[in-house]
């Protein structure tokens, strides 16, 4: 679901935008084809000096959800002034707004309005937003009504990484779309989420943290029931994929706080078919400690 985050409702944030002539790359696009490496001409084209890197170019295909979740878990390992060009734009060339955002950790995002900087913008707090409308800025004449990526994303990333300041790429916004994902709620110790991830190990990542865990009364050393969709799976709560033998399920709290279901080297999405928005329940299995 997508709502409208109105900018006048937010609280007023500080920050001074330094770039430091980093452009960190997230796309849907794959590898195989063109665009890619055209991006990033375009971007090299624009500003030669800038650098370039990945988080990743294997977001599946149009899922904003994903791409959300990914640039939550990657954007903060990277030094303070990167400018994120992420292209995850299923409605490209519709009414959908090109967008530069500000956060309040000093970084600068540059995409498609559809939600893509959700979760980035709830974890670093957001000082503003701008349209992309200043025609000097993008990479062509015609600006192609498909490829944003390199006519208007990438150009304009280059830019602010050089210097250019971000309030003028275009007029200010009063308001983003967001996504709304499901919020983690516990009901008799009964703690409910779903999978934000199925990771390329088949590791089922959910939306709930460690505190969800604890306030349910869950424990390591706890043998869980978990409900992922229609299918359950009996795990013991412990610290990490190799305090149980090879193929057997555990559950952990892993990287960010996150709660995960794994098996040791093995695959638990594809064995129980796993996917992305599933619910999730979890609940201490009766006489399981």
Same mark, same amino acid.
């Given at each position: 679901?997508?709502?409208?985050?109105?900018?006048?409702?937010?609280?007023?944030?500080?920050?001074?935008?330094?770039? =430091?002539?980093?452009?960190?790359?997230?796309?849907?696009?794959?590898?195989?084809?063109?665009?890619?490496?055209?991006?990033?001409?375009?971007?090299?084209?624009?500003?030669? =000096?800038?650098?370039?890197?990945?988080?990743?170019?294997?977001?599946?295909?149009?899922?904003?959800?994903?791409?959300?979740?990914?640039?939550?878990?990657?954007?903060?390992?990277?030094?303070?002034?990167?400018?994120?060009?992420?292209?995850?734009?299923?409605?490209?060339?519709?009414?959908? @707004?090109?967008?530069?955002?500000?956060?309040?950790?000093? =970084?600068?995002? /540059?995409?498609?309005?559809?939600?893509?900087?959700?979760?980035?913008?709830?974890?670093?707090?957001?000082?503003?937003?701008?349209?992309?409308? =200043?025609? #000097?800025?993008?990479? @062509?004449?015609?600006?192609?009504?498909?490829?944003?990526?390199? #006519?208007?994303?990438?150009?304009?990333?280059?830019?602010?990484?050089?210097?250019?300041?971000?309030?003028?790429?275009?007029?200010?916004?009063?308001?983003?779309?967001?996504?709304?994902?499901?919020?983690?709620?516990?009901?008799?110790?009964?703690?409910?989420?779903?999978?934000?991830?199925?990771?390329?190990?088949?590791?089922?990542?959910?939306?709930?943290?460690?505190?969800?865990?604890?306030?349910?009364?869950?424990? @390591?050393? #706890?043998?869980?029931?978990?409900?992922?969709?229609?299918?359950? /799976?009996?795990?013991?709560?412990?610290?990490?994929?190799?305090?149980?033998?090879?193929?057997?399920?555990?559950?952990?709290?892993?990287?960010?706080?996150?709660?995960?279901?794994?098996?040791?080297?093995?695959?638990?999405?594809?064995?129980?078919?796993?996917?992305?928005?599933?619910?999730?329940?979890?609940? @201490?299995?009766?006489?399981?400690?």
């Amino acid at each position: 679901m997508t709502l409208l985050l109105l900018l006048s409702t937010l609280p007023a944030l500080a920050a001074d935008f330094r770039p =430091n002539g980093l452009i960190v790359l997230l796309t849907d696009f794959g590898t195989r084809d063109f665009y890619v490496g055209a991006m990033k001409g375009a971007i090299l084209r624009t500003s030669p =000096n800038v650098r370039i890197e990945d988080i990743t170019h294997e977001v599946p295909k149009y899922d904003i959800a994903e791409g959300a979740y990914t640039l939550l878990k990657s954007a903060p390992e990277f030094p303070k002034g990167a400018v994120f060009l992420c292209v995850v734009d299923p409605g490209v060339g519709t009414a959908r @707004k090109p967008v530069a955002i500000l956060t309040a950790d000093g =970084n600068a995002y /540059v995409g498609p309005d559809n939600g893509l900087f959700t979760r980035v913008i709830d974890a670093a707090g957001l000082v503003s937003a701008y349209e992309l409308t =200043n025609a #000097d800025l993008m990479g @062509k004449d015609l600006i192609s009504s498909t490829f944003h990526g390199r #006519d208007v994303f990438g150009p304009v990333a280059a830019h602010l990484a050089s210097g250019f300041p971000i309030d003028r790429v275009g007029p200010r916004l009063e308001s983003l779309v967001r996504l709304e994902p499901r919020k983690p709620r516990i009901e008799r110790e009964v703690v409910i989420g779903e999978v934000t991830l199925v990771d390329e190990y088949g590791d089922v990542l959910t939306s709930l943290l460690r505190k969800d865990l604890e306030q349910a009364g869950i424990q @390591k050393g #706890d043998t869980l029931k978990i409900r992922i969709g229609d299918r359950e /799976v009996v795990a013991p709560f412990l610290k990490t994929y190799g305090d149980v033998p090879e193929g057997k399920p555990v559950c952990m709290v892993s990287s960010g706080e996150v709660f995960e279901i794994a098996i040791n080297q093995g695959d638990l999405g594809k064995s129980i078919g796993a996917r992305r928005g599933d619910p999730v329940t979890v609940q @201490k299995q009766i006489g399981g400690r």
